[in-house]
């Protein structure tokens, strides 16, 4: 089986082949700055996957799910109000923390993430999550959303043992370096994709900033557009 391939998409937008063959995308603002414009249009998508109801994370998944019929996984009240918008009611989408659901053969798993959840109208999204996201060769990779630093992501790293930590460096709104270096010890996890970094200058820390605090974590900081495998 192949290798997990995951593009950074730019923000906290990434897109993941799966080894199965699977084409998925979370937190898909496809049209953030960073975003190259050949990404822009995806030509395929299996599974969409959302942490929280900020615009900046449900981006263009009303028009891609459209598009494509294809299923959205998210926490319960944002699953529905992207209902409201058009998508058809799936309650096998709509999940909450703890939960896991099985789209496409890929298994995503809803954690806690510590951080606010409003949509773009404003309308209640429930909280905002994270995913572990077991892939069908056995990967895991954890998918931290907007969140701080919190002590149970010693418990996601003991249930799920990712293979790989994505996480949001980039301060302001969600963890910096210095929360992230703490996150991957309580999480256990030896590489760690870094993310919301860079969009705006608010979003001020860095891939190098991380490996500094972090100089037993393998930093894999691919650029926009850029493919890593896993
Ligand atoms: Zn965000």
Not at 94 to 101: H, L, Q, S
Request: proline residues 7%; glycine residues 12%; hydrophobic residues 35%.
């Amino acid at each position: 089986m192949a290798d997990t391939a995951v593009t950074w998409l730019g923000h906290a937008a990434f897109r993941v082949d799966s080894p199965g063959g699977r084409r998925i995308y979370l937190d898909p603002w496809l049209g953030n700055p960073k975003c190259p414009e050949a990404e822009r249009s995806p030509e395929r998508v299996d599974v969409l996957a959302v942490t929280h109801g900020h615009g900046d994370h449900v981006g263009e998944t009303v028009e891609l799910a459209k598009r494509f019929g294809c299923p959205v996984v998210a926490q319960v009240e944002l699953r529905e109000w992207l209902g409201r918008q058009g998508l058809e009611d799936e309650t096998t989408e709509a999940f909450n923390k703890g939960g896991t659901v099985e789209k496409a053969g890929v298994r995503f798993t809803l954690t806690d993430a510590k951080h606010s959840s409003a949509c773009p109208d404003g309308t209640y999204a429930g909280e905002a999550a994270g995913f572990v996201v077991e892939f069908e060769n056995g990967t895991t990779i954890y998918f931290a959303g907007d969140t701080c630093v919190f002590g149970d992501m010693q418990l996601i790293g003991r249930i799920y043992e990712p293979d790989v930590a994505v996480l949001p460096i980039g301060g302001h709104y969600t963890m910096d370096p210095r929360e992230a270096a703490v996150a991957l010890e309580l999480l256990g996890v030896k590489r760690c994709i870094p993310c919301h970094y860079g969009t705006f200058e608010l979003l001020a820390g860095t891939p190098d900033e991380l490996r500094e605090r972090a100089p037993d974590v393998e930093v894999i900081a691919p650029e926009p557009g850029e493919t890593v495998t896993v």
